[in-house]
């Protein structure tokens, strides 16, 4: 096949593969994804080299780290934690990602605290936040629009934030 | 930053850079500080000159141009050769959760 025409498009849909497969194993309901007609939008209210950044993730803590230090990590309830707790490493190997073909040993290949304060440093940000925060992967869109966003939201404004960057695994 | 397209496009985002990779690295590859550091860069970017909502844009890098086909139709396959183990493996997971749900262990 010519590398420069295909019958099909090259981005993997994970919408299709996942109805397939979960098809495949017996479940007849499809997963019903999130669907948006809006997106919502605000532009940076400052120039980014003024601005706090801040993280969100949906790795979470081992569960042999003690719960007491980590609001809400103990369940998959969402959490904020500092960045330096992080640095050795985020648990994920309950998530839905390609372990055959990479893995999640290089924290900064999820979530890049480590770039972020070069960056910092640098000048291109203000600065990163002392804190990131974790999401749990709900199946429920109601626990996580009703529940955990505005949880997130709470640590944004706890935090005066300018701006923070979703990393989804 | 990610790497599941369809997911994060239907789902609508203000601003979202893509970066076509298997799922797991969406901030580039293990143990690439510079790629690291171009993908991150680009996010700041993307926060700093986006104008509209579902602004995507997508990072020039490529996983493996040796093997992108493979980890594409790897991932989550379904063909002959898997497809009754797919059935026996989705009908015991329903029997553990059914177990689970009737001695009160978990929140469904």
Redo the contacts between chains.
Sequence with gaps: MAADRRTHR?????????R????????SQPYQ????????????QKP?NECR?GLVTTSFFERTVDKKTVAGAGSKEPYAALCDDALGGLYNKDL???????????L?????IN??R??AAEG??GSLAERFYGVPTDYSHRRTSRRDSPQILEFVQEDELD?V????? | MGSARDIVEECGVSRFLYTDFPLGNPAGKPGDIEMQSAITGMALDLLERAWKPRTTVQTPFVWDPETNDYWREHFMKVDESNQDALAAAGEQRRIAQATVRSEGLGRG
Excluded: C
């Excluded at chain 1, 839905?96 to 290089?106: G, I, M, P, Y």
């Design positions: 090259s981005h993997v849909s994970y919408i299709d593969k996942s397939n497969y979960y098809g495949a194993q017996g479940y994804w999130a669907y948006n007609q809006d997106a919502p939008f605000a532009p940076l980014l950044i839905f990602w390609d372990k055959d073909n990479t893995h999640t040993e290089d900064d290949t999820y979530l890049p770039r972020l070069e960056f291109r940000i701006a960057i979703l990393v989804p695994l």
